[in-house]
């Protein structure tokens, strides 16, 4: 009998060892995972450029088209408004998902195009954003999936076929970002405040639902929010632009939702192959009163499933 509960005992003891074993190794390995996760040197070496942590453990970078110099209904559009490229990562099991928006000049499509199909970079769509503007600008969504470090090999080489500025700019200084617009009357009418950067204020608004492509969740950061920008143009006007992101049902009540507030859409597409739910982006632009544009493209958020974190402004 004690014969037997000694062999007992000896292996509740074996079997306790090796679930502490196990423990140990699961904490180093989530711990690899976690610092392989957070690890975005080597994309920051391939890109020259340090990216910004955004929500949903995604890295994005951005590359503004300051060598352009567009207008748009006599407007000139700054870099945060209309113009900005960017690439944003995010880790999956094996490597990682990428996803951006490259901004270019109409003779640089074809070879940065090419560069991009050769790296292993797909493009998901091609397209206007806006109406009139000159010289005329493209809008190229692209995708990829594998070694994040070689996506963005990929991607600077391909930038290099375009004029977009390579260098890191300077970091600005540490200074309160300021704008002609009264910021908080914009914000109570969209329901969602946003942030001024560049002499912009923009304005980020998710939507309710998941977002997958894949079979991964595509976070808000990564292009799956509407965007609204205000660029101020004077006396308590500004230039509005952006994207609604939608569903098929909510297209034609935004439409109407705008058109009666006096703004423009500009361009209604899609910016992914193989998403779901399927989902729509309609540009948009209008230049008048700006807490006056702001009610209107709420009553467009109010057709959609979206979140916003305020009361609707009365008109």
């Known amino acids: 009998m004690q014969t037997d509960q000694r ?26 995972t976690s610092s392989k996760s957070s690890d975005w040197s080597a994309v920051d070496q391939a890109l020259g ?20 110099q567009v207008t748009v209904n006599g407007v000139q559009v700054k870099p945060g408004f209309a113009l900005g490229s960017w690439i944003a990562f995010k880790r999956t099991t094996a490597s990682a998902m990428m996803m951006g928006d490259l901004v270019l000049a109409e003779d640089e499509v074809a070879p940065v195009m090419r560069v991009l199909q050769q ?20 809008y190229m969504h692209v995708m990829g999936h594998g070694d994040p470090a070689k996506l963005a090999q990929a991607v600077r080489t391909a930038l290099g076929e375009s004029r977009t500025p390579i260098e890191a700019p300077a970091a600005p200084a540490a200074a309160a970002p300021t704008i002609d617009l009264d910021t908080a009357v914009v914000a109570r009418a969209l329901g969602t405040s946003g942030k ?18 894949h079979g991964m969740e595509v976070p808000p950061s990564m292009g799956v929010a509407t965007a609204i920008n205000f660029q101020p143009t004077g006396g308590g006007k500004a230039a509005i632009t952006g994207d609604f992101v939608m569903i098929a049902s909510e297209v034609n009540p935004v439409i109407r939702a705008l058109e009666q507030h006096g703004i423009t859409p500009t361009a209604l597409h899609s910016h992914m ?3 779901s739910p399927r989902l729509f982006f309609m540009h948009f632009w209008a ?22 974190s305020a009361k609707r402004a009365t008109r």
Do not use: C, W
């Open 7 to 32: 062999v007992a005992r000896l292996s509740r003891l074996a079997a306790g060892a090796t679930l502490a074993t196990a423990l140990v190794s699961g904490l180093a390995a989530g711990q690899q």
């Open 49 to 68: 450029r340090k990216g910004a942590a955004q929500p949903g453990d995604v890295m994005k970078y951005s590359f503004p088209r300051s060598d352009l």
């Open 119 to 138: 790296g292993g970079v797909e493009q998901t769509a091609l397209h206007n954003h806006v109406l009139g503007e000159t010289p005329r600008v493209m």
């Open 196 to 213: 001024v950067n560049g002499g912009v204020y923009q304005v980020s608004i998710p939507r309710r639902e998941r977002v997958t492509d």
């Open 273 to 275: 192959l193989t998403e």
């Open 287 to 308: 230049n008048d009163d700006a807490a006056t544009l702001a009610k209107g493209l709420r009553a467009a958020l109010d057709q959609m499933a979206v979140k916003t």
